[in-house]
C-alpha cells in the first residue's frame, strides 16, 4: 500500500493454520504435517466451481455458409 509521502507500507502476511484449511474443516486433509502445505485453501472460500457461462442460442440466420464443399466441376478442374 503506498502512502502520500511516496514510501511503500508493506503488510505482513496473516499466518494462517491447517485448522483454516478448507481441507481440514471438511475431513478432506489425510497429511500430518506441522504446519500448512501448499494446497491451503482458505475454508470460507467453499471452492465452489466458477459459474457455468450461459448458452445463448443465435437469432440471427445466416445467410452464407463460412466454407462449402468444392463442387464436381470444381474438384474435376483441380485434376485436369
Ligand atoms: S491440506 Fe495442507 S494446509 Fe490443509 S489441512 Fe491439510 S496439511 Fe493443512
Do not use: I
Not at 481441507?23 to 489425510?30: G, K, Q, Y
Not at 459459474?51 to 468444392?70: G, S, Y
Amino acid at each position: 500500500m503506498k502512502k502520500a509521502g511516496g514510501t511503500v507500507r508493506r503488510t505482513t502476511p496473516k499466518r494462517v493454520t491447517c485448522e483454516e484449511c478448507f481441507f481440514r474443516v471438511n475431513l478432506l486433509c489425510a497429511l500430518d504435517l506441522a504446519e500448512p502445505c501448499g494446497t491451503f485453501r482458505p475454508s470460507e472460500a467453499q471452492l465452489k466451481p466458477p459459474q457455468q457461462l450461459r448458452f445463448v442460442f443465435r437469432q440471427e440466420q445466416r445467410t452464407r455458409a463460412a466454407w462449402a464443399f468444392p463442387s464436381a466441376e470444381e474438384q474435376a478442374a483441380l485434376y485436369a
